[in-house]
Nanobody
Framework: QVQLVESGGGLVQAGASLRLSCAASERTFSYYYMGWFRQAPGKEREFVASISQSGISTDYADSVKGRFAISRDNAKNTLFLQMNTLKPEDTAVYYC???????????????WGQGTQVTVSS
């Protein structure tokens, strides 16, 4: 079983940057496609970005494309999400998750972290 722990969230002003991390407990981390999702109060969990096992292929939601960058360090079993030019609408709990195939549907993801809160003030 893979345990995922997110960190790096916080309260920032609009236009600021944050870097989220997701530490995995297993060396099998490198076998998984990884994704970032977010959930705002009263809304469904939505896809943010995903990355292939090698890190070569990435996918982004239109709402974050050009502002966010997903990356991974398989040697350190860690996933990252660099978030730039943050907007109030980016406010949500951010989750990392594992998958075995490329996907935007959260139902295709198996292991999930507990989430980290990101709050962007205007």
């Amino acid at each position: 079983q893979v345990q995922l722990v997110e960190s790096g969230g916080g309260l920032v002003q609009a236009g600021a940057s944050l870097r989220l991390s997701c530490a995995a407990s297993e060396r099998t981390f490198s076998y998984y496609y990884m994704g970032w999702f977010r959930q705002a109060p009263g809304k469904e969990r939505e896809f943010v970005a995903s990355i292939s096992q090698s890190g070569i292929s990435t996918d982004y939601a239109d709402s974050v494309k050009g502002r966010f960058a997903i990356s991974r360090d398989n040697a350190k079993n860690t996933l990252f999400l660099q978030m730039n030019t943050l907007k109030p609408e980016d406010t949500a709990v951010y989750y990392c998750a594992t998958a075995t195939v490329p996907a935007r549907d959260p139902l295709r993801y198996g292991y999930w972290g507990q989430g980290t809160q990101v709050t962007v003030s205007s």
